[in-house]
């Protein structure tokens, strides 16, 4: 069953609800809180023509500001705290617009014809609880998700210099956004690569092997790599735009002396692995109603999982070696951020406490867990899937997360988007549970967060 057809009045519920937490946010919060105190008097300085005052405690580059800046210049935006958010609620009512050509390319469906028509699916994913919470803070998060989802469906639609400049676009909010630049090219080209057709009189193309992901098999993944230069001639022409944006990041790389545009001293780059660990079990977490919704329900699923996991002795055997890598990995690997085990005002804090340090056997315990959880997201978005098209997102993953010494569930959200969005077949059921649970979520979250202050602690947030 698929879902409902495009309608307005989704969008305008969303929007309407969006307006009154922003309502609210301000009423409540009306001094700049966590991050914002650092954002909010740069973006204020940039209002007022001063280009060359920078905050040094400030690490991400100044995208957020001059799309306030430029929001100022067209509608007369007073850069007061209030307006300063409204640029990210903005970009959260962008939100269901950008996700709308995304979702229905995966559906392979032709999206809605107009803009104030998005599918659904979209105005539900783009209340996904952080994109919302964040939606009404002044953060960079938001504008930074809408630019990268942008450049990946302009991919997609093979406007390769367009998806290259909105790419460049989306690294000015976050540096990292560099990884999904290359996740928009080579998720465009391993589309075209399946589905392309050489007219009649024209000599047929290099064959490219790349398996359907339920019937792959660990060689077919070695035989896909060696098949690329067969095929480098065909993507070679589109990865130009690509290449100078990676140009020009290096370029910043050299000048900068690292990726970390300010404070460096808390962000120096890591080897944490178990980073990944915490991403799947994040996915899983927040996804578990479009997981479980797939033909079968959770019985059938879980029926794969367990194959896939102990089917045979040789599965048995390359799960008893994965568990025993990742435990290896978690011993070495696993790093506790002074951040995190020092403000009490994030859920981090108390997940990591209440359930990482119960016991020094838990991280472990858990090991299992996230093999069942990855094996299932592979399942569940490999049933119309190439191998290629289901590996990509989780390998361009690690380089987004490994380096990140700090649990931090924002820097889950662009991949959690993507991934969520190649689930292709979410009955209307499941949307429904999906909406009710992040709607669950986003009220308890912001009643919280607005009207449960602690004295000498603050407003509890992500």
């Known amino acids: 069953m698929s879902s409902a057809s495009p309608t307005p009045t989704y969008y305008v519920i969303f929007c309407a609800v969006a307006v009154t937490v922003l309502k609210a946010v301000n009423e409540e919060v009306t001094e700049p809180y966590m991050d914002e105190p650092f954002h909010v008097p740069q973006a204020q300085a940039y209002c007022n023509g001063d280009y060359w005052t920078w905050d040094p405690k400030i690490t991400t580059p100044p995208g957020l500001y001059v799309f306030s800046l430029i929001l100022k210049k067209i509608f007369l935006f007073k850069c007061n705290l209030s307006m300063l958010r409204l640029t990210t609620m903005l970009s959260l009512l962008a939100l269901p617009i950008v996700l709308t050509p995304l979702l229905s390319f995966h559906k392979r469906e032709r999206p809605p014809s107009s803009v104030t028509t998005p599918l659904l699916e979209a105005v539900i994913l783009a209340s996904f609880p952080l994109a919302w919470f964040y939606g ?31 790419g460049l676009v989306s690294c000015t909010f976050r540096q990292n956004n560099i990884i999904w630049v290359l996740y928009a090219y080579a998720s465009s080209q391993l589309m075209a690569l399946r589905f392309r057709r050489a007219p009649p009189d024209v000599k047929p193309t290099a064959q490219f092997h790349d398996s359907l992901a339920l019937e792959a098999r660990p060689v077919d993944l070695i035989k896909s790599i060696l098949s690329v230069p067969k095929v480098l001639p065909e993507l070679l022409p589109a990865l130009v735009p690509y290449t100078l944006v990676v140009a020009a990041f290096g370029a910043f790389i050299v000048w900068n002396g690292g990726i970390v545009l300010g404070d460096k001293s808390n962000h120096i780059p890591a ?79 108390y997940i990591w406490r209440r359930v990482f340090l119960l016991h020094r056997l838990v991280p472990y315990l858990l090991v299992p867990g996230y093999i069942a959880c990855a094996w299932a997201w592979y399942l569940r978005i490999g049933h119309d899937q190439t191998l290629l098209q289901s ?44 909406c009710l649970w992040y709607a669950a979520i986003n009220g308890v979250t912001m009643w919280v967060f607005l009207y449960k202050e602690r004295a000498g602690v603050g407003r509890f947030m992500w």
């Open 136 to 166: 009404f803070l002044y953060y960079t998060e938001v504008p930074s998700l809408v630019s990268v989802v942008s450049s990946v469906v302009l991919a997609l639609q093979g406007k390769h210099w367009l998806a290259a400049s909105l």
């Open 271 to 349: 080897f944490h692995v178990p980073q990944l660990y915490y991403f799947v079990g994040f996915a899983t977490a927040f996804g578990w109603p479009a997981l479980l919704s797939g033909k079968g329900g959770i019985v059938s699923l879980g029926h794969d999982v367990y194959a896939r996991m102990f089917g045979s002795k040789r599965n048995m055997l390359v799960t008893c070696l994965v568990s025993a890598v990742m435990s290896l990995t978690i011993y070495k690997f696993t790093i506790q951020h002074p951040f995190l085990l020092s403000d009490n005002r994030h859920y981090t804090f």
């Open 391 to 434: 590996v990509l997102l989780p390998v361009l993953v690690v380089p987004t997360l490994l380096p990140t010494p700090l649990l931090e569930p924002r820097y889950f959200l662009i991949p959690y988007i993507l991934l969520r969005a190649q689930v292709k077949d979410v009955p209307l059921w499941g949307l429904a549970v999906e």
